[in-house]
């Protein structure tokens, strides 16, 4: 038996393996145990950087085909080469996953591949991918839990990941499908279904509620929804798939009203090359023995844990994914240093409510803090400064002018209490509002800050100026 650890990191996501550097910059003796073989986690192999990578490239070649020659740059002769950009997307994921190999072997971090399983409280066993093999035993003092999430699986449709696919099969479709279905107008049907609709692909989107990315800001969300839809994407709202079957060459679907069908009404059918399911994720805990170690999940599978990110069980720690709230890397990330650090002795909290979210559809979209719904809920007297970027020079300049960002700040005291932005890079102009945020700052503190001309950033500014009613350029 190999000498204990003070702490071991289950999962190499986000959550496990930036918890596992802060374990061991502060001096822990710290593993981790991965399963897939790589570092990363679902961002790195199968989510954020795939992801962000095709929307790239899929941008790319939407700009060539049909917005270069408004700035004189005639294209001829333009063809997608699909493998050569599957292959880039592959390239970036290896170089950023053994990026954080390396990274464990800097901070003499023990990196056990396997599958592990708590055996009791300070106990852990890794079984290796290799068929035969033998488990080891590895004692702790310490077990942070950062196992992540996986797809929620729709009824009555089964994800083989050729025809019908989870984001994962997505990531990776040998071929643009000439009609493409996605269930879900959340994140990632709406980032993975622009990127098929910029590759050639007719895209629908069927969503059960009302709205797209439900949870923003009611006015981002229609706004998006119509942008979206101005770029080709289709929508049908309200509607509930009752099922799917791949036949040869495609997928029929069936579906019908969210409130149900009228009387003697017919379900619709509709037939797809692919179909993408994208309803949401849940946490990840198979096999991992948390029955058998006493940690406790609650009704939906997620692990409850305290300020401190414990457990119900002294010594089993929780963060990222599987314990719920926004399904972040950077939330993820965030509680991975603050639960190491408390283990270490020291103290730290996570502000959830200036954690930014960002759709990298194009334009993006990006928010954080309260929505103008959540403040009307909660009766706060609030003002609303809006911008729009047709009248932001520099979007101007690059013929990237859809959206506005939207500051609102609390009527009484100016204080920031949320942002929410459709534009050209949204998901960086964010972040100034986010600073702003974490150090209780008002829409004046904003507008009295010089900005960069021409710069995009200057809508931030305008945004705040117009909260209380003096924005400049409108
Ligand atoms: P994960 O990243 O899921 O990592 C958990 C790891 O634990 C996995 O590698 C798994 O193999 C391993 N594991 C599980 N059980 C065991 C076990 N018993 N033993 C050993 N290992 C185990 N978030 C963003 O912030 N920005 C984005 O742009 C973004 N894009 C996304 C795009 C897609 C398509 C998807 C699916 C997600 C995206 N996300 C994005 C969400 C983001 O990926 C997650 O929030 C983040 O990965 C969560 O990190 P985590 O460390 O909690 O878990
Ligand atoms: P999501 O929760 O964002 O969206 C799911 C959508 O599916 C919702 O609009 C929901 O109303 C709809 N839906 C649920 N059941 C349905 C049904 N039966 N029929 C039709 N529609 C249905 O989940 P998504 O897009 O799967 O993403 C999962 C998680 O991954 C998100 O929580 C997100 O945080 C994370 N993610 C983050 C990204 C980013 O930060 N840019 C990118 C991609 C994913």
New binding site residues.
């Given amino acids: 038996m190999s000498e204990p650890y003070d702490v071991i990191v289950?999962?190499?996501?986000?959550?496990?393996?930036v918890g596992a550097i802060r374990a061991a910059q502060l001096g822990l003796k710290t593993a981790i145990?991965?399963?897939?073989g790589t570092?990363?986690?679902?961002?790195?192999?199968?989510?954020?950087i795939?992801?962000?990578a095709m929307l790239q490239s899929s941008h790319h070649y939407e700009m060539a085909e049909t917005e270069f020659a408004d700035h004189g740059v005639q294209v001829s002769g333009l063809k997608l080469d699909l493998k050569t950009m599957l292959g880039r997307k592959e390239k970036v994921v290896d170089d950023l996953t053994k990026g954080i190999e390396f990274l464990m072997k800097k901070n003499k971090i023990d990196y056990h591949v396997?599958?592990?399983?708590i055996t009791a409280p300070g106990e852990v066993s890794?079984k290796p991918p290799k068929k035969g093999a033998r488990k080891q035993k590895l004692q702790t003092s310490n077990i942070i839990i950062?196992?992540?999430?996986?797809?929620t699986p729709l009824p009555g449709v089964t994800i083989d990941e050729k025809q019908i696919v989870s984001?994962?099969g997505?990531?990776s479709l040998p071929k643009v499908p000439k009609t493409m279905v996605v269930i879900g107008a959340g994140?990632?049907g709406l980032?993975?279904g622009s990127v098929w609709r910029r590759l050639g692909a007719e895209v629908t989107v069927i969503e059960f509620l009302d709205m797209a990315l439900p949870g923003m800001d009611a006015e981002v969300s229609k706004n998006m929804q119509r942008i979206l839809k101005k770029q080709g994407m289709n929508f049908k709202m309200k509607t509930k798939v009752t099922g799917a079957k791949a036949v040869r060459g495609g997928v029929n679907l069936t579906m019908e009203p969210r409130d149900g069908l009228a009387d003697g009404a017919k379900a619709e059918t509709l037939k797809a090359e692919v179909v993408l399911v994208a309803i949401g994720?849940k946490p990840?805990?198979?096999?991992?023995g948390l029955k058998k170690a006493g940690v406790e999940v609650d009704e939906r599978g997620f692990i409850p844990v305290d300020e401190d990110f414990q457990t119900n069980v002294e010594g089993i720690y929780a963060?990222?994914?599987?314990i719920g709230g926004?399904?972040?890397?950077?939330?993820?990330?965030d509680e991975?240093v603050v639960c190491a650090e408390i283990m270490a002795g020291e103290s730290g909290h996570i502000d959830y409510d200036s954690i930014p979210g960002?759709v990298?559809t194009h334009p993006e979209v990006a928010a954080c803090g309260k929505t103008e719904e959540q403040l009307k809920d909660a009766g706060t007297e609030y003002n609303s400064g809006k911008f729009p970027f047709t009248a932001n020079s520099r979007a101007r300049c690059n013929a990237d002018a859809d959206g506005f960002v939207k500051i609102l700040s609390d009527k009484a005291t100016d204080k920031v209490l949320g942002c929410h932005i459709i534009g050209p890079s949204a998901g960086d102009l964010i972040q100034e509002v986010v600073n702003v945020m974490e150090f209780g700052g008002s829409a004046e503190d904003i507008a009295r800050i010089c900005h960069g001309h021409p710069g995009l950033p200057e809508a931030v500014k305008e945004a705040a100026l117009a909260a209380g009613g003096r924005a400049i350029h409108i």
Avoid: F, Q
Avoid at 10 to 17: A, C, H, K, T
Avoid at 39 to 48: A, D, H, K, Q, R
């Fill in positions: 289950i999962g190499g996501g986000p959550g496990g393996y145990v991965e399963k897939r570092l990363g986690g679902t961002c790195l192999n199968v989510g954020c795939p992801s962000k396997g599958t592990a399983e890794v950062a196992t992540g999430s996986d797809v984001s994962t997505a990531l994140v990632i980032e993975l994720r990840y805990t198979d096999g991992l963060i990222g994914d599987v926004a399904m972040l890397a950077h939330k993820a990330e991975g960002i990298y």
